[in-house]
């Protein structure tokens, strides 16, 4: 149980273009979603934290006009990166949390992003 | 600025050791605490937890130890495994929702 699925695995990009991942919590419903970014050989850094239905919330330093979060049921959630540069090429990571309120939080395999 | 990420600490272990992994959390407040195994290319993978009303807690081959008065959190794994070799981290819950990740140790188990 508790499996955590993101789309794509891997992605490479032209700069200037707008890449979206998609992260699924496929056997159990996650009121809260969040959403990392990790560089080589760094621990992850929470980039935002999405409820269902409602705005995500930002941590500081991240610019929400460009990861766009939507959390559109109790079992999608996506980031979009828009007009993608070489500095957005990263890990990026998707959790869920349980809606039995638990604290644990079930992560995705990650997506590799590439932006030429 | 200086990035320490880039010097991850590591731990080398021969297989069928003992290992234990340390990690200092910061907030006094968090009262839940997760260890994940990250493989190369991977995501994290849940391996413990434990809450602050307890000072150990056991799983299979591992070992998950709490000391509040010094904020300090150990991960035990017994008979170590070449498969075990990965990136550890431990995360702790500030109270907001959020899990606020140490920056790792690498554990190399050779055979």
Same mark, same amino acid.
């Given at each position: 149980?508790?499996?955590?699925?993101?789309?794509?695995?891997?992605?490479?990009? #032209?700069?200037? +273009?707008?890449? #979206?991942?998609?992260?699924?919590?496929?056997? *159990?419903?996650? +009121?809260?979603? *969040?959403?990392?970014?990790? !560089?080589?050989?760094?621990?992850?850094?929470?980039?935002?934290?999405?409820?269902?239905?409602?705005?995500?919330?930002?941590?500081?330093?991240?610019? #929400?006009?460009? *990861?766009?979060?939507?959390?559109?049921?109790?079992?999608?959630?996506?980031?979009?990166?828009?007009?993608?540069?070489?500095?957005?090429?990263? !890990?990026?990571?998707?959790?869920?949390?349980?809606?039995?309120?638990?604290? +644990?939080?079930? *992560?995705?395999?990650?997506?590799?992003? +590439?932006?030429? | 600025? =200086?990035?320490?990420?880039? %010097?991850?600490?590591?731990?080398?272990?021969? =297989?069928? @050791?003992?290992? $234990? /992994?340390?990690? &200092?959390?910061?907030?006094?407040?968090? @009262?839940?605490? $997760?260890?994940?195994?990250? =493989?190369?290319?991977?995501?994290?993978?849940?391996?413990?937890?434990?809450?602050?009303?307890? @000072?150990?807690?056991?799983?299979?081959?591992?070992?998950?130890?709490?000391?509040?008065?010094?904020? %300090?959190?150990?991960?035990? /794994? &017994?008979?170590?495994?070449?498969?075990?070799? &990965?990136?550890?981290?431990? &995360? =702790?819950?500030?109270?907001?929702?959020?899990?606020?990740?140490?920056?790792?140790?690498?554990?190399?188990?050779?055979?």
């Amino acid at each position: 149980g508790a499996v955590v699925s993101q789309h794509p695995s891997w992605v490479i990009c #032209k700069s200037g +273009t707008s890449v #979206k991942i998609e992260c699924r919590s496929l056997d *159990f419903q996650a +009121t809260t979603m *969040f959403w990392y970014r990790q !560089f080589p050989k760094q621990s992850l850094m929470l980039m935002a934290t999405s409820n269902e239905g409602s705005k995500a919330t930002y941590e500081q330093g991240v610019e #929400k006009d460009k *990861f766009l979060i939507n959390h559109a049921s109790l079992t999608l959630s996506t980031l979009t990166v828009t007009s993608a540069h070489p500095e957005d090429s990263s !890990f990026y990571i998707c959790s869920a949390r349980s809606k039995t309120g638990l604290d +644990t939080q079930y *992560f995705g395999p990650g997506t590799r992003l +590439t932006v030429l | 600025g =200086e990035n320490v990420g880039l %010097h991850l600490p590591t731990l080398s272990v021969q =297989e069928g @050791d003992n290992s $234990i /992994i340390n990690c &200092a959390y910061s907030n006094s407040a968090s @009262d839940y605490f $997760i260890w994940y195994k990250q =493989e190369s290319g991977k995501g994290p993978q849940f391996i413990i937890d434990i809450r602050s009303n307890m @000072d150990k807690r056991q799983g299979q081959r591992v070992t998950v130890l709490l000391n509040k008065t010094v904020k %300090h959190l150990s991960l035990q /794994i &017994a008979a170590t495994q070449p498969g075990d070799s &990965a990136v550890y981290f431990c &995360a =702790e819950n500030t109270g907001f929702q959020k899990l606020v990740f140490g920056t790792g140790t690498r554990l190399l188990v050779s055979p």
